[in-house]
């Protein structure tokens, strides 16, 4: 699959997405279950984003190494309630440090 | 929208105070203004994934749904080409929630044709919650359109800025940037985590697509680990009720 055809497709999708909500019965999608599970699969999504590229070495081996010390960081500064892209820069700033002194 | 004196007439709307036409206004772009901030995270780490810069941007002006295109980066990142599947998959799943957010949305815009085409575009997270947040149907109305838009304009413009400072940055993991992805995700993660039937979810999918990531293919355990949010199916253990529906 051609990168462009899966980046359109993709974006058809999530679009298709919003509009089905502006188009569908409410009833369709508004069951107690269906709300509750759709609105918990974000947490689940994310969770496994944060853990794959945390621990995902090359060829699928599972590796510790600066990656996890971002991610300390990063709750750390979330604890303090830092913005968004304060977070996203402390993690970057720990791993590239991490690395130039030679470890991760 | 009107000029009208204020107070309530006898029939038709209220016109919007001015207070509380400048209190949306300035809640509005100010969400905008702190989204679009981390669109310069977005365009960099897609062009560490291996997009191109038009690639990048056409993602945001798009697919625009900021969790999404995380999630189709980091797997495109992990996988490249081969994966791009499961990036589609985690991508569509993660966007979900708009729909909800377009029902919730549904009575307070009362949009039709061309305009409703607007709205879906610009159904995300920030827009709802301003939206919803706002006692008044016409406060919520402007807290939506003026939120969407500005948080639209300004993620494009931060993506596009970003995907050069990615372009010009060479190996991403010289400045971190493959943490940044982690980090990213967790600070999305964040906000969503209340109550212990959320942290359960999160601690489920999280293991999930540990322990199947040396046997699947990249992007896959992500995928498979999204069933965790079946947990949510029984419902609440807690009083709070909100599994990770985030409005923040």
Do not use: H
């Amino acid at each position: 699959m051609n990168l462009w055809v899966a980046i359109l497709v993709a974006a058809g999708i999530a679009f298709a997405t919003k509009l089905a909500g502006y188009l569908i019965p409410a009833q369709l999608l508004s069951g107690p279950r269906t709300r509750r599970v759709t609105g918990a699969m974000p947490v689940a999504l994310l969770a496994a984003l944060v853990a794959t590229q945390t621990f995902t070495g090359p060829s699928g081996t599972l590796v510790v190494d600066a990656r996890l010390a971002a991610v300390g960081v990063a709750v750390v500064a979330l604890l303090l309630r830092a913005p968004f892209i304060v977070v996203v820069v402390a993690g970057a700033a720990t791993a590239a440090g991490l690395r130039w002194i030679g470890w991760g | 929208m009107s000029s009208a004196p204020p107070g309530p007439g006898p029939s038709g709307p209220t016109p919007l105070e001015p207070n509380t036409r400048r209190r949306v206004l300035r809640q509005g772009l100010s969400v905008g203004v702190a989204t679009g901030a981390y669109g310069i995270s977005f365009g960099a780490l897609a062009v560490a994934a291996g997009l191109d810069v038009w690639q990048t941007c056409a993602l945001s002006l798009l697919m625009f749904t900021g969790g999404s295109q995380f999630a189709f980066v980091g797997i495109i990142a992990s996988g490249g080409l081969a994966s791009a599947p499961s990036a589609i998959a985690a991508g569509s799943m993660l966007g979900l929630r708009n729909a909800l957010y377009a029902l919730e949305l549904t009575p307070l815009l009362g949009v039709r044709g061309p305009r409703r085409m607007a709205a879906a575009q610009l159904t995300i997270d920030e827009s709802m919650a301003v939206a919803v947040t706002q006692d008044d149907r016409r406060a919520a109305r402007l807290g939506f359109w003026v939120t969407g838009i500005s948080v639209y304009v300004l993620w494009n413009l931060t993506t596009f800025a970003g995907a050069l400072v990615g372009n010009a940055i060479g190996d991403p993991r010289t400045y971190g940037l493959d943490a940044a992805a982690c980090a990213a995700f967790i600070a999305l993660l964040w906000p969503r985590l209340r109550g212990r039937d959320s942290i359960a979810i999160a601690v489920a999918g999280g293991v999930v697509a540990t322990l199947l990531t040396p046997a699947l293919p990249p992007g896959i355990p992500v995928v498979v680990a999204a069933a965790a949010a079946l947990l949510a199916w029984r419902g609440p253990r807690e009083t709070d009720g909100s599994a990770g529906v985030a409005t923040p």
